[in-house]
């Protein structure tokens, strides 16, 4: 069964830094494209950041500059390391495995057929 678990989302200042993980026992996708996704109330979930498996990354604009997504060498551990944080980077946030994909990840929700719970961020002001 694929399971992945969030981790790292707190309440931060406006300015502050973050570090989330996603702990995946997906031994069998785990060098498919993963990504994170958030949702804030209110708003459709959006694509943040994916991962490729040969490590290549793609970000929202929104957070270019400002957030790095990672793996561990064994592709059991992905991160996101938030910088710079804004109010506008307040939501729940998850990650989530393309079954399909290895390269040219989506950044389309529908694309990605497994996830975690979520994690919440918020940031003030």
């Known amino acids: 069964q694929v399971q992945l678990q969030e981790s790292g989302g707190g309440s931060v200042q406006s300015g502050g830094s973050l570090n989330l993980t996603c702990a995946a026992s997906l031994y069998t996708y785990r060098r498919n494209c993963m990504g994170w996704f958030r949702q804030a109330p209110g708003k459709e979930r959006e694509g943040v950041a994916t991962i490729a498996s040969d490590g290549s990354t793609d970000y929202a604009d929104s957070v270019k500059g400002r957030f790095t997504i990672s793996q561990d060498n064994a592709k059991t551990t992905l991160y996101l390391q938030m910088n710079s944080l804004k109010p506008e980077d307040t939501a729940m946030y998850y990650c989530?495995?393309?079954?399909?994909?290895?390269?040219?990840?989506?950044?389309?929700?529908?694309?990605?057929?497994?996830w975690g719970q979520g994690t919440q961020v918020t940031v003030s002001s």
């Open positions: 989530a495995a393309d079954p399909y994909r290895y390269y040219s990840c989506s950044h389309l929700d529908q694309h990605f057929s497994y």
